[in-house]
């Protein structure tokens, strides 16, 4: 299935549900409309704390952390969408995988890959300068943690869409529907402000090592 069949299947797939004749609710083993639509996007709980190295991420890329509105003329088309595929793909064939600590000297460190090394969320970070670039607003493109199978922190690039939210993620070239993904989402931005994070699980407040490492340096430069 291309890409433009995949991404009209996730937006057909609450829509149909509607069709559903009403005396099947009667049925609890069948999932009403709006859980299926519902279901297409993460539900997000209030206000977080960021991850610490986040902030020292805005501290030293403050164009990064500001709003952005979708450049003029965008629209989200299947077109646009396939710059998702396609820089998803590109990020995770150009990175080469190392830990902030063999790179950096340090538990955690964000930042956006200038010299093709980086960890989970360098990816993610490219990713996402690279999209805005494109034309796409922050709004769109938020920054994600997540436990992995065996409960590890991870961070993914979440793309906000239409047809709901997809991850973009350097442990997979394909990009899946959020609900389709093996991981438990814990945290990520807001598509209001980069700088403020939500909560994604409020039974769950625990941040995931190493991404809950305090980054002293980076949250003494915000005084």
Not at 157 to 173: F, P, V
Request: charged content about 20%; glycine content about 4%; proline content about 7%.
């Amino acid at each position: 299935m291309d890409i433009a069949m995949r991404y009209v299947v996730l937006m057909l797939a609450a829509p149909v549900a509607l069709f559903v004749s009403p005396s099947t609710w009667a049925d609890e083993s069948l999932t009403r409309p709006q859980e299926v639509i519902r279901s297409l996007f993460m539900h997000e709980y209030g206000p977080v704390q960021a991850p610490p190295a986040f902030y020292r991420f805005c501290v030293e890329n403050q164009s990064e952390c500001l709003p952005r509105s979708a450049a003029h003329g965008f629209v989200e088309t299947v077109q646009q969408l396939e710059q998702l595929d396609e820089v998803n793909l590109r990020v995770n064939r150009t990175i080469v995988p190392e830990t902030d600590i063999a790179h950096y000297g340090i538990e955690d460190y964000w930042t956006i890959p200038k010299d093709g090394k980086g960890d989970c969320e360098d990816y993610a970070l490219m990713k996402r300068h690279i999209l805005i670039s494109m034309g796409w607003p922050t709004s769109a493109l938020l920054m994600t943690v997540v436990r992995i199978e065996n409960g590890e922190g991870h961070a993914v690039l979440t793309a906000r869409t239409n047809y709901g939210d997809l991850i973009l993620d350097n442990r997979s070239n394909e990009i899946l529907p959020w609900y389709q993904t093996a991981y438990s989402f814990k945290m990520r931005q807001s598509s209001y402000n980069p700088k403020i994070w939500v909560d994604l699980d409020p039974t769950d407040d625990v941040l995931p090592a190493p991404i809950a490492v305090p980054d002293l340096d980076g949250l003494a430069h915000l005084h």
